[in-house]
Protein backbone atom coordinates (compact mmCIF):
# COMPACT_ATOMS: atom_id res chain seq x y z
CA UNK A 1 0.00 0.00 0.00
CA UNK A 2 1.36 3.34 -0.82
CA UNK A 3 2.40 5.55 2.04
CA UNK A 4 1.25 9.18 1.57
CA UNK A 5 3.08 11.83 3.36
CA UNK A 6 1.79 15.48 3.74
CA UNK A 7 4.42 18.37 4.02
CA UNK A 8 3.06 22.37 4.52
CA UNK A 9 5.85 24.92 4.82
CA UNK A 10 5.42 29.19 3.76
CA UNK A 11 7.75 27.91 0.33
CA UNK A 12 9.32 25.35 -1.01
CA UNK A 13 12.72 26.04 -0.61
CA UNK A 14 15.55 24.03 -1.23
CA UNK A 15 15.65 22.18 2.07
CA UNK A 16 12.07 21.24 1.44
CA UNK A 17 13.14 20.08 -1.95
CA UNK A 18 15.59 18.15 -0.60
CA UNK A 19 13.27 16.29 1.87
CA UNK A 20 11.01 15.58 -0.98
CA UNK A 21 13.58 14.23 -2.90
CA UNK A 22 14.48 11.94 -0.35
CA UNK A 23 11.23 11.07 0.56
CA UNK A 24 10.52 9.72 -3.01
CA UNK A 25 13.77 8.09 -3.33
CA UNK A 26 12.15 5.82 -1.33
CA UNK A 27 8.87 5.56 -2.92
CA UNK A 28 6.63 7.55 -0.55
CA UNK A 29 4.43 9.92 -2.38
CA UNK A 30 4.66 13.24 -1.22
CA UNK A 31 2.26 16.43 -1.12
CA UNK A 32 3.27 19.84 -0.86
CA UNK A 33 0.69 22.48 0.19
CA UNK A 34 1.95 26.03 0.95
CA UNK A 35 0.23 27.99 3.98
CA UNK A 36 -0.62 30.64 1.82
CA UNK A 37 -3.10 28.40 0.20
CA UNK A 38 -4.97 26.82 3.08
CA UNK A 39 -8.18 27.99 4.22
CA UNK A 40 -10.29 26.39 7.32
CA UNK A 41 -12.68 24.56 4.71
CA UNK A 42 -9.17 23.52 2.83
CA UNK A 43 -7.72 22.52 6.05
CA UNK A 44 -10.97 20.50 6.72
CA UNK A 45 -10.60 18.92 3.51
CA UNK A 46 -6.51 17.83 4.17
CA UNK A 47 -7.65 16.17 7.77
CA UNK A 48 -10.03 14.09 6.30
CA UNK A 49 -7.42 12.49 3.57
CA UNK A 50 -5.49 9.49 4.52
CA UNK A 51 -1.60 10.73 5.26
CA UNK A 52 1.18 8.21 6.77
CA UNK A 53 3.22 10.76 8.42
CA UNK A 54 2.99 14.96 7.88
CA UNK A 55 5.89 17.43 8.13
CA UNK A 56 4.25 20.75 9.43
CA UNK A 57 7.32 23.18 9.04
CA UNK A 58 8.12 26.83 10.62
CA UNK A 59 4.60 28.53 9.60
CA UNK A 60 6.28 31.68 9.85
CA UNK A 61 7.27 33.98 6.48
CA UNK A 62 8.89 37.52 7.05
CA UNK A 63 5.56 39.28 8.12
CA UNK A 64 3.36 36.64 7.81
CA UNK A 65 1.98 34.49 10.41
CA UNK A 66 0.11 31.41 10.13
CA UNK A 67 0.45 29.93 13.23
CA UNK A 68 -3.11 29.03 13.68
CA UNK A 69 -2.98 27.03 10.13
CA UNK A 70 -0.41 24.82 12.11
CA UNK A 71 -2.32 24.32 15.02
CA UNK A 72 -5.06 23.58 13.36
CA UNK A 73 -3.55 20.56 11.30
CA UNK A 74 -1.55 19.47 14.32
CA UNK A 75 -5.00 19.10 16.29
CA UNK A 76 -7.19 17.37 13.24
CA UNK A 77 -4.74 15.06 11.20
CA UNK A 78 -4.83 11.46 12.08
CA UNK A 79 -1.21 10.42 11.24
CA UNK A 80 2.38 11.14 13.00
CA UNK A 81 3.54 14.47 12.28
CA UNK A 82 7.47 15.49 12.96
CA UNK A 83 8.76 17.24 16.31
CA UNK A 84 4.34 16.59 17.15
CA UNK A 85 5.55 16.36 20.92
CA UNK A 86 7.34 19.46 20.29
CA UNK A 87 4.65 21.34 18.91
CA UNK A 88 2.10 20.41 21.26
CA UNK A 89 3.76 20.23 25.07
CA UNK A 90 5.69 23.50 23.77
CA UNK A 91 2.93 25.63 21.92
CA UNK A 92 5.18 28.61 22.46
CA UNK A 93 8.17 26.81 21.56
CA UNK A 94 9.68 29.55 18.69
CA UNK A 95 9.09 32.72 20.85
CA UNK A 96 12.53 33.09 21.97
CA UNK A 97 11.22 34.19 24.90
CA UNK A 98 10.31 31.32 26.42
CA UNK A 99 13.64 29.46 25.32
CA UNK A 100 15.04 32.30 27.33
CA UNK A 101 13.47 31.27 30.69
CA UNK A 102 13.37 27.52 30.03
CA UNK A 103 16.72 27.37 29.51
CA UNK A 104 18.98 30.21 31.15
CA UNK A 105 19.36 27.41 34.07
CA UNK A 106 20.37 24.61 32.30
CA UNK A 107 22.44 25.74 30.03
CA UNK A 108 24.75 29.15 29.24
CA UNK A 109 22.87 31.90 27.87
CA UNK A 110 23.80 35.23 27.17
CA UNK A 111 21.88 38.13 29.36
CA UNK A 112 18.59 38.71 27.81
CA UNK A 113 15.80 41.04 28.53
CA UNK A 114 12.67 41.76 27.42
CA UNK A 115 13.06 45.62 25.76
CA UNK A 116 10.05 46.60 26.51
CA UNK A 117 10.86 46.48 30.78
CA UNK A 118 13.96 48.17 30.02
CA UNK A 119 13.87 51.67 31.82
CA UNK A 120 14.82 54.46 30.17
CA UNK A 121 17.79 55.12 32.67
CA UNK A 122 19.07 51.05 31.88
CA UNK A 123 18.81 51.70 28.18
CA UNK A 124 21.33 54.88 28.62
CA UNK A 125 23.78 52.60 31.22
CA UNK A 126 23.75 49.77 28.50
CA UNK A 127 27.34 48.36 27.38
CA UNK A 128 27.06 49.08 23.57
CA UNK A 129 26.88 46.96 21.25
CA UNK A 130 23.80 44.63 22.30
CA UNK A 131 21.67 42.65 19.84
CA UNK A 132 18.05 43.05 19.69
CA UNK A 133 16.14 40.06 18.25
CA UNK A 134 12.08 39.64 17.26
CA UNK A 135 10.76 37.24 19.70
CA UNK A 136 9.12 35.48 16.74
CA UNK A 137 11.38 36.04 14.14
CA UNK A 138 12.25 33.45 11.32
CA UNK A 139 15.27 32.58 9.55
CA UNK A 140 17.10 35.78 11.44
CA UNK A 141 15.29 38.14 9.72
CA UNK A 142 14.93 39.97 12.75
CA UNK A 143 18.53 39.83 14.66
CA UNK A 144 20.10 43.84 14.78
CA UNK A 145 23.03 44.76 16.23
CA UNK A 146 22.44 48.22 17.87
CA UNK A 147 25.83 50.12 17.92
CA UNK A 148 24.49 52.93 20.51
CA UNK A 149 22.03 54.68 22.37
CA UNK A 150 20.77 56.59 19.45
CA UNK A 151 20.35 53.65 17.52
CA UNK A 152 18.20 52.11 20.43
CA UNK A 153 16.20 55.60 20.92
CA UNK A 154 15.71 55.31 17.02
CA UNK A 155 14.70 51.66 17.15
CA UNK A 156 12.41 51.93 20.15
CA UNK A 157 10.60 54.82 18.05
CA UNK A 158 9.81 52.38 14.73
CA UNK A 159 9.16 49.24 16.22
CA UNK A 160 6.82 47.42 19.15
CA UNK A 161 8.90 46.63 22.15
CA UNK A 162 7.25 44.02 23.76
CA UNK A 163 7.84 41.85 20.35
CA UNK A 164 11.60 42.23 20.88
CA UNK A 165 14.65 40.44 23.43
CA UNK A 166 17.72 42.70 24.00
CA UNK A 167 20.52 40.68 24.45
CA UNK A 168 24.29 40.89 25.52
CA UNK A 169 26.68 41.32 22.58
CA UNK A 170 29.13 38.26 23.22
CA UNK A 171 32.75 38.69 21.74
CA UNK A 172 32.00 36.17 19.18
CA UNK A 173 34.83 33.65 18.50
CA UNK A 174 32.99 31.06 16.39
CA UNK A 175 29.34 30.89 15.36
CA UNK A 176 28.11 27.33 15.26
CA UNK A 177 24.71 25.17 13.94
CA UNK A 178 24.18 21.76 15.24
CA UNK A 179 21.93 19.57 13.76
CA UNK A 180 20.06 16.87 15.78
CA UNK A 181 17.93 14.26 14.93
CA UNK A 182 16.18 11.81 17.07
CA UNK A 183 18.68 12.87 19.54
CA UNK A 184 21.85 12.13 17.83
CA UNK A 185 24.12 14.69 16.47
CA UNK A 186 24.14 14.36 12.85
CA UNK A 187 25.79 17.86 11.88
CA UNK A 188 27.45 20.46 12.71
CA UNK A 189 29.11 23.59 10.82
CA UNK A 190 30.99 26.82 11.40
CA UNK A 191 29.34 30.59 10.16
CA UNK A 192 30.28 33.26 10.04
CA UNK A 193 28.45 36.68 10.84
CA UNK A 194 27.66 39.42 8.36
CA UNK A 195 26.28 42.49 8.96
CA UNK A 196 23.60 43.83 6.15
CA UNK A 197 21.18 47.23 6.24
CA UNK A 198 17.63 46.79 6.75
CA UNK A 199 14.74 49.32 7.40
CA UNK A 200 17.93 51.74 8.21
CA UNK A 201 19.51 48.92 10.97
CA UNK A 202 22.51 47.16 11.09
CA UNK A 203 20.49 43.06 10.04
CA UNK A 204 22.46 40.16 11.83
CA UNK A 205 22.95 37.48 8.92
CA UNK A 206 25.23 34.07 9.02
CA UNK A 207 26.73 32.40 6.27
CA UNK A 208 27.36 28.53 6.18
CA UNK A 209 31.33 27.82 6.29
CA UNK A 210 33.00 24.61 6.97
CA UNK A 211 32.08 21.43 8.74
CA UNK A 212 33.31 21.33 12.55
CA UNK A 213 33.94 19.19 15.43
CA UNK A 214 32.41 20.80 18.41
CA UNK A 215 33.45 20.19 21.99
CA UNK A 216 31.97 16.98 24.44
CA UNK A 217 30.51 20.13 26.65
CA UNK A 218 28.63 21.03 23.42
CA UNK A 219 27.38 17.98 22.05
CA UNK A 220 26.32 17.21 25.70
CA UNK A 221 23.89 20.49 25.97
CA UNK A 222 22.55 20.41 22.08
CA UNK A 223 21.48 16.47 23.04
CA UNK A 224 20.11 17.84 26.39
CA UNK A 225 18.35 20.67 24.64
CA UNK A 226 16.60 18.80 22.38
CA UNK A 227 15.43 15.96 24.97
CA UNK A 228 14.23 19.17 26.96
CA UNK A 229 12.12 20.43 24.23
CA UNK A 230 11.11 16.55 22.75
CA UNK A 231 12.40 17.55 19.14
CA UNK A 232 12.52 14.81 16.54
CA UNK A 233 13.88 17.15 14.32
CA UNK A 234 16.34 20.51 14.87
CA UNK A 235 18.90 23.16 14.42
CA UNK A 236 20.74 24.56 17.51
CA UNK A 237 22.55 27.40 17.56
CA UNK A 238 25.45 28.36 19.54
CA UNK A 239 28.15 30.95 20.14
CA UNK A 240 31.75 30.46 21.05
CA UNK A 241 33.84 33.80 22.63
CA UNK A 242 37.32 34.33 22.94
CA UNK A 243 37.40 32.42 26.07
CA UNK A 244 36.21 29.28 24.61
CA UNK A 245 32.95 29.83 26.88
CA UNK A 246 29.77 28.40 24.96
CA UNK A 247 26.73 30.03 24.61
CA UNK A 248 23.37 28.84 23.41
CA UNK A 249 21.47 30.73 21.44
CA UNK A 250 18.14 28.98 20.13
CA UNK A 251 17.16 26.05 19.13
CA UNK A 252 14.81 25.99 15.76
CA UNK A 253 12.42 23.35 14.13
CA UNK A 254 12.04 23.12 10.94
CA UNK A 255 15.57 24.10 10.31
CA UNK A 256 16.55 25.22 6.93
CA UNK A 257 20.33 22.83 6.11
CA UNK A 258 21.10 22.78 2.71
CA UNK A 259 24.09 24.74 3.12
CA UNK A 260 24.91 22.37 6.22
CA UNK A 261 23.96 19.51 4.02
CA UNK A 262 26.66 20.39 1.51
CA UNK A 263 29.53 21.91 3.42
CA UNK A 264 29.21 18.99 5.89
CA UNK A 265 28.30 15.99 3.48
CA UNK A 266 25.84 14.77 6.39
CA UNK A 267 22.87 13.84 3.66
CA UNK A 268 20.31 15.15 6.64
CA UNK A 269 17.51 15.13 4.51
CA UNK A 270 18.47 10.67 3.79
CA UNK A 271 18.68 10.45 7.23
CA UNK A 272 15.28 12.33 7.97
CA UNK A 273 13.53 10.40 5.31
CA UNK A 274 15.10 7.00 6.94
CA UNK A 275 14.23 7.97 10.27
CA UNK A 276 10.47 9.19 8.92
CA UNK A 277 10.21 5.75 7.03
CA UNK A 278 10.88 3.85 10.71
CA UNK A 279 8.75 6.00 12.24
CA UNK A 280 5.24 4.63 10.01
CA UNK A 281 6.63 0.77 9.76
Same mark, same amino acid.
Given at each position: ?????? !????? &????? &?????????????????????L????????????? *?????????????????? $?? /???N???????D??????????????????F???K???P?????????S?????????????????????? *??????? $??????????D????????? =????????????N??? !????? %??????K $??????????????I $???????? /?? !?? !???????????? /????????????? =?????????????? *????I? /???????? &??? %?
Open positions: MAKNIL !IVATR &KGRSV &KLIIAALKKRKFNVSFLNYSSTLKKIEHVCNEKW *SFAILRDPRDVNLNFSVF $QN /DLLCLKCKVLENALKKHPYFEDKLFQYLFKNVHMNTRILQKVSKKLIKLKFPVIVKKRLGSKGRF *SFLIKNK $QEITKFLKKNPSEFLLEDF =ENIKTDLRVVVLNKI !IASVA %RTPHIK $QTGFSRIGVKVESK $QISKKIKT /DA !IK !ISKSLNCDFCGI /DFVIDHTNKHYFI =ECNLSPVFSSTEKK *SNANA /DKLAEFIK &KKI %R
